[in-house]
């Protein structure tokens, strides 16, 4: 059996509209259905709910491909995200909720604010309209190295601390990205790696997001 969760293995989720009638229909079109359920379970007008998540069990679990092509399709109000899950069973609703909250069900939409390791400082330097954040890494003061370049003063707290894990390789000439990544995860886990270039030179750079700051 396959099942998705669409927010969408055999199965999948996706954050979806209020009913289950609605959802059945359009996922329905893809294979036949084996099981169907939409959390929270509950409506109550007086506790708002941004979004909910439904799972959908296929009879066959090679209807999950196809199903993970509906990620970003505007259903009704919302853009709907579609993920496979690795188990082949449906969570029951306190479990699924709990993965929603927490931010392991769907990576990057957890509620949590991302947060640079205790010794690392942001401060806020500068005056209006000419400020911008200042970090400074103790680590990195006492091994010599040059600070972080300063960042907008606009930029939110996650995307500060994306930045701040991520690195900036210069002229990587023909080395491969799957060489970078061999090369940086002797620190530690990569989490993405790109290249990239700059009209002003013909050198070769790659930005390489580390999984953690530290």
């Known amino acids: 059996n396959g099942f998705w969760q669409y927010e969408g293995d055999s199965s999948h989720q996706y954050r979806a509209p209020g009913d289950e009638r609605p959802n ?3 996922f329905g ?3 036949k259905i084996d099981d169907i359920r939409l959390y929270p379970t509950i409506r109550d007008v007086s506790c708002p709910v941004q979004s909910r998540i439904c799972y959908v069990k296929y009879y066959d679990s090679a209807t999950v491909n196809v199903a993970q092509h509906m990620t970003n399709t505007v259903f ?7 993920i496979p899950m690795q188990s082949g069973e449906i969570p029951d609703e306190h479990k699924a909720l709990e993965m929603s909250s927490n931010g392991t069900l769907v990576p990057g939409l957890s509620t949590v604010e991302p ?9 806020l330097e500068g005056v209006p309209p000419n400020q911008v954040i200042h970090t400074y890494d103790p680590k990195i ?5 040059p ?3 300063p960042l907008p003063a606009a930029y939110d707290s996650r995307k500060v601390e994306e930045i701040r894990r991520t690195l900036l390789v210069i002229d990587v000439g023909p080395l491969t990205q799957q060489q970078l990544i061999d090369h940086f995860c002797q620190a530690g886990e990569v989490n993405y790696l790109r290249f990239c270039n700059r009209d002003s030179d013909k050198l070769k750079y790659a930005l390489v997001e580390m999984t953690e700051q530290e």
């Open 115 to 123: 947060r640079l390791p205790a010794h690392v400082v942001n401060s």
């Open 147 to 149: 600070s972080y370049p």
């Open 24 to 26: 059945q229909t359009l």
């Open 76 to 82: 009704i109000d919302r853009a709907l995200i579609v």
């Open 29 to 31: 079109y893809l294979g």
């Open 141 to 145: 003061a006492a091994a010599g190295l």
